[in-house]
């Protein structure tokens, strides 16, 4: 007996000792897997940080040669008529918001990637401030955006950062540097099962080709952040049946929940 119970435990030791080679191997296999998979990652992430680098020299280039170019032509303006003065100062003027607000959304970007923007959290009726922002923009006579809103939702209370918040609803329904013009559906639903809001918007200026306008596809890149960061998820398709939408969930505050 007591040689049979020596080989048993001696096949158990073994057994284990099998289980725990095994183990390590796969536990290797995993962490040759992961480790290439981090230097996939990091190439794809070298391969697109160069595309975005080379697409924004291109993106800042072309309205600074306008602003420099034309600002040569008012220098030596003693030979142009007021009506050519004032439309090549609107170029200038044009070309100069147009720089200035793509390398504020890149500043922006950096900020927020790299945690030296913090956001400040607080409670909001998500609702309201979106009607706010449409109305408001409404009242803008260079907005090319014309949104309407679309809820069974009379209210509804979120944790978020508020100013954050106010500038992704304004880049959805406010653009004034467009030469076309956009009549934009929204539709805010409640998902109650997951306690989530579903955002749709429909014909915005954000979900233009992506790489046609270089300021939206930041932008989008600085709303996706925000969303991410509260729970949610943000998904840009402008090959969408309905048009080119931006789609976007966040999670709600369910003691806070009205409806008409």
Do not use: W
Not at 173 to 190: G, L
Not at 200 to 214: C, D, I, Q
Not at 240 to 258: E, I, M, N, R
């Amino acid at each position: 007996q007591n040689n049979e119970a020596l080989v048993y435990s001696f096949g158990i030791i073994v057994i284990l000792l099998l289980v725990i080679m095994i183990i390590i191997s796969i536990s290797k296999s995993k962490r040759l897997k992961t480790l290439q998979r981090i230097n996939e990652v990091a190439e794809e992430s070298n391969q697109l940080k160069n595309a975005f680098i080379a697409n924004m020299t291109h993106e800042i280039r072309t309205p600074l040669n306008a602003v420099v170019g034309f600002a040569e032509i008012l220098a030596d303006a003693d030979n142009l008529d007021e009506e050519s003065k004032s439309a090549y100062n609107k170029i200038v003027q044009e070309n100069a918001t147009q720089l200035l607000d793509y390398v504020n959304n890149i500043l922006e970007l950096s900020r927020l990637e790299s945690g030296k923007i913090k956001y400040v959290e607080g409670s909001c009726d998500f609702i309201g401030l979106f009607r706010a922002v449409i109305e408001e923009a409404d009242k803008n006579g260079q907005n090319c955006v014309h949104a309407e809103l679309h809820t069974d939702l009379e209210k509804q209370m979120v944790r978020t950062d508020q100013a954050r918040l106010l500038s992704l609803f304004e880049s959805l329904a406010v653009s004034t540097v467009d030469t076309e013009f956009y009549h934009s559906d929204i539709t805010v639903k409640r998902v109650e099962e997951k306690s989530l809001l579903l955002v749709t918007v429909v014909n915005t200026p954000l979900a233009k080709e992506r790489f046609e306008n270089k300021t939206a596809m930041i932008r989008n890149e600085i709303n996706a952040h925000f969303i991410h960061y509260f729970g949610g998820y943000y998904k840009v398709d402008e090959q969408a049946k309905q048009g080119p939408s931006v789609t976007f969930t966040y999670p709600y505050d369910v003691a806070g929940l009205h409806i008409h």
